[in-house]
């Protein structure tokens, strides 16, 4: 397959006039002289050629996921699991190891992350209390051991008792620690990140707010570098003067973007003023996509085009350790790339070489 005439979003730039040609699941030519005479040609028509865009924080079973957000450039997720009871997370885990082993696209989901148990009850959110748990060992080591491999994310309030050495445990485990769902203050935040947590679960949302001494966990998380903060970026969720202030003293690589989504859950009808709700009016996810949150940062923020697209892409794609195969377009990586134009209208979405969406007449 050979894609010629796009704008090639790669090594944080937008190269015009590239082309990107892919044998079997692998990029094998970024560039300007590329030669195929084989190939079955994709005309870009002037659009932009981006790797696709990874969803590390998302709801719902994987193939209803999928079946929704390949449309929207989204091409490898990590699947979100709320606090629930043991057999629901049992439930989760055997249908994420089922969609695993497709021979299509399978390898769109790298794994999963859990949203608690450890976590505070006054930051729960949408969370259901009846499943958050004190900080335990011996039930970190049970959780891990049920989850496997799968498990790459873990949401944890730094403040509870014993919830310190938990993210150490993660640490040696190779589970990113996350911070979130938590009322912990500046100090409590930064001790947190002292033990090991290296991510911030929707920054801004399910944390104190900032006040006027700072005392908060975003704030820790904001001045840290050795944090990386996810956002929503729906514009509902987090105020744009928020955003402003974290696109200010994040670097290019500490901000990722993510969708929070449920819509695989609940459905697209039971949307209000751009988000999920719960009766009692508290938000319980958005309806956001990738291209979406895209969208919303170069439109509403100002973002760069390229820097945006890495905050979908390539930062991900390091906060999973799967750089080396995901989230950028160069040679020998996986073939996963979206199409879409100057309206940020996805045309075209490749999985490992294989067309999974091509919108019609395109």
Same mark, same amino acid.
């Given at each position: 397959?050979?894609?010629?005439?796009?704008? #090639?979003?790669? &090594? *944080? !730039?937008?190269? @015009?006039?590239?082309? /990107?040609?892919?044998?079997?699941?692998?990029? =094998?030519?970024?560039?300007?002289?590329?030669?195929?005479?084989?190939?079955?040609?994709?005309?870009?028509?002037?659009?932009?050629?981006?790797?696709?865009?990874?969803?590390?924080?998302?709801?719902?079973?994987?193939?209803?996921?999928?079946?929704?957000?390949?449309?929207?450039?989204?091409?490898?997720?990590?699947?979100?699991?709320?606090?629930?009871?043991?057999?629901?997370?049992?439930?989760?885990?055997?249908?994420?190891?089922?969609?695993?082993?497709?021979?299509?696209?399978?390898?769109?989901?790298?794994?999963?992350?859990?949203?608690?148990?450890?976590?505070?009850?006054?930051?729960?959110?949408?969370?259901?209390?009846?499943?958050?748990?004190?900080?335990?060992?011996?039930?970190?080591?049970?959780? #891990?051991?049920? &989850? *496997? !491999?799968?498990? @790459?994310?873990?949401? /944890?309030?730094?403040?509870?008792?014993?919830? =310190?050495?938990?993210?150490?445990?993660?640490?040696?485990?190779?589970?990113?620690?996350?911070?979130?769902?938590?009322?912990?203050?500046?100090?409590?935040?930064?001790?947190?990140?002292?033990?090991?947590?290296?991510?911030?679960?929707?920054?801004?949302?399910?944390?104190?707010?900032?006040?006027?001494?700072?005392?908060?966990?975003?704030?820790?998380?904001?001045?840290?570098?050795?944090?990386?903060?996810?956002?929503?970026?729906?514009?509902?969720?987090?105020?744009?003067?928020?955003?402003?202030?974290?696109?200010?003293?994040?670097?290019?690589?500490?901000?990722?973007?993510?969708?929070?989504?449920?819509?695989?859950?609940?459905?697209?009808?039971?949307?209000?003023?751009?988000?999920?709700?719960?009766?009692?009016?508290?938000?319980?996810?958005?309806?956001?996509?990738?291209?979406?949150?895209?969208?919303?940062?170069?439109?509403?923020?100002?973002?760069?085009?390229?820097?945006?697209?890495?905050?979908?892409?390539?930062?991900?794609?390091?906060?999973?350790?799967?750089?080396?195969?995901?989230?950028?377009?160069?040679?020998?990586?996986?073939?996963?790339?979206?199409?879409?134009?100057?309206?940020?209208?996805?045309?075209?979405?490749?999985?490992?070489?294989?067309?999974?969406?091509?919108?019609?007449?395109?």
């Amino acid at each position: 397959m050979k894609i010629i005439n796009g704008q #090639i979003i790669a &090594c *944080g !730039a937008v190269i @015009k006039g590239a082309s /990107v040609i892919i044998d079997g699941s692998k990029i =094998r030519y970024v560039g300007k002289r590329a030669k195929s005479h084989s190939a079955d040609v994709i005309d870009a028509k002037g659009s932009f050629v981006s790797p696709g865009f990874i969803d590390s924080h998302i709801h719902g079973d994987p193939a209803k996921v999928l079946a929704h957000e390949i449309r929207y450039g989204t091409t490898a997720i990590v699947t979100a699991i709320s606090c629930s009871s043991s057999a629901n997370l049992s439930k989760s885990i055997d249908a994420i190891r089922r969609f695993k082993d497709d021979d299509v696209l399978g390898a769109s989901v790298e794994g999963l992350r859990l949203e608690g148990p450890y976590i505070s009850r006054e930051r729960a959110g949408a969370q259901d209390k009846r499943f958050i748990k004190k900080p335990s060992t011996a039930g970190l080591c049970k959780i #891990i051991e049920r &989850c *496997g !491999a799968l498990l @790459k994310i873990m949401t /944890v309030a730094p403040e509870l008792d014993g919830a =310190r050495k938990l993210i150490q445990n993660l640490k040696k485990k190779r589970i990113v620690a996350s911070m979130g769902h938590t009322s912990a203050d500046y100090e409590e935040g930064v001790k947190g990140i002292d033990a090991g947590i290296t991510h911030a679960t929707h920054l801004f949302n399910g944390m104190r707010r900032m006040a006027a001494n700072g005392s908060s966990a975003a704030l820790a998380c904001l001045s840290d570098d050795r944090v990386v903060a996810e956002i929503i970026f729906d514009l509902v969720h987090v105020r744009p003067e928020l955003l402003y202030l974290a696109l200010a003293m994040k670097k290019r690589n500490g901000i990722i973007l993510m969708t929070d989504s449920v819509r695989a859950e609940a459905g697209g009808d039971k949307v209000k003023g751009g988000v999920y709700r719960l009766r009692n009016g508290t938000i319980a996810g958005s309806n956001l996509t990738m291209i979406g949150a895209v969208k919303n940062a170069v439109r509403a923020c100002g973002v760069a085009l390229a820097d945006a697209v890495a905050f979908a892409t390539i930062n991900p794609a390091r906060l999973l350790g799967v750089d080396a195969r995901k989230g950028s377009i160069a040679k020998e990586k996986d073939a996963d790339i979206v199409i879409f134009d100057k309206d940020f209208d996805v045309k075209m979405t490749i999985v490992r070489g294989k067309i999974a969406y091509r919108k019609r007449g395109f």
